[in-house]
């Protein structure tokens, strides 16, 4: 059964370093996400991404943070200037119809941020 | 924005017993509604989905919930509960009207299963 991917598994990194996590969605869907999970709580929404562009991003989304599909199966997160709050579980997801379709999750990346 | 509230952040059922998890949905205009599932060090699975075509959904893992617009409810049950159906669930919404293809999560409850 088709899957999303994502590696690495488990990253940790100082402070302020640039961490690129990334993602292979299931190949035949368009649409792309990434959503967050800080320790024991809940599923924070960050980015959408179709047709090669960010459809919509959340307050969480600022300007450390940027999506890229550079060859069109990877979908990477790129975080600038890593910060102690960016810890956290971040899950990559995609949806092949858009509007109310499933979107199916990768095992996340979890990132630990010393 | 559309948003759901789910009702305890933590329930425990007996083995056997029914599993009732509540979620309440906020807009006047019923939304597409999922509930996900996630067990512990893994990713979330999609147990069942509301899209206005049936208002009893039927889920994996035996789970079903029921939309009820007059009560803005989109609870999850299972007749008998199993140990393996102890985790984290999520009630989650996406907005119709506005044709909006992201989902937003409520802040989970988490399920434990008494032998």
């Known amino acids: 059964e088709p899957e999303v991917t994502q590696t690495p598994s488990h990253q940790v990194t100082q402070m302020g370093q640039e961490v690129i996590l990334r993602c292979v969605p299931i190949?035949?869907?368009?649409?792309f996400y990434w959503y967050r999970q800080i320790l024991g709580q809940k599923v924070e929404f960050l980015v959408s991404?179709?047709?090669?562009?960010?459809?919509?991003k959340s307050e969480i989304f600022d300007d450390q943070f940027s999506v890229e599909r550079p060859d069109g199966s990877n979908f990477t997160l790129k975080i600038r200037s890593t910060k102690l709050e960016d810890s956290a579980m971040y899950f990559c997801?995609?949806?092949?119809?858009?509007?109310?379709?499933?979107?199916?999750f990768g095992e996340g990346s979890r990132l630990t941020v010393l | 924005a559309q948003s759901v509230t789910q009702l305890g952040s933590h329930v425990s059922v007996s083995e056997g017993a029914l599993v009732l998890l509540r979620c309440n949905y906020s807009?006047?205009?019923?939304?597409?509604l999922f509930w996900y599932v996630q067990y512990p060090n893994q990713g979330l699975q999609l147990l069942l989905k509301?899209?206005?075509?049936?208002?009893l959904v039927k889920g994996i893992n035996g789970f079903e919930a029921e939309f009820k617009k007059s009560e803005t409810s989109f609870h999850l049950t299972k007749p008998s509960a199993h140990m393996s159906d102890a985790a984290e669930y999520f009630c989650?919404?996406?907005?119709?009207?506005?044709?909006?293809?992201?989902?937003?999560f409520g802040k989970g409850t988490r399920l434990h299963i008494l032998p």
């Open positions: 190949s035949n869907h368009l649409y």
């Open positions: 509301y899209t206005s075509a049936a208002t």
């Open positions: 991404f179709y047709n090669n562009e960010i459809s919509e």
């Open positions: 989650a919404v996406s907005d119709q009207v506005n044709r909006d293809d992201k989902i937003i």
């Open positions: 997801a995609s949806n092949p119809v858009g509007v109310g379709g499933e979107l199916f």
């Open positions: 807009s006047s205009v019923p939304p597409y």
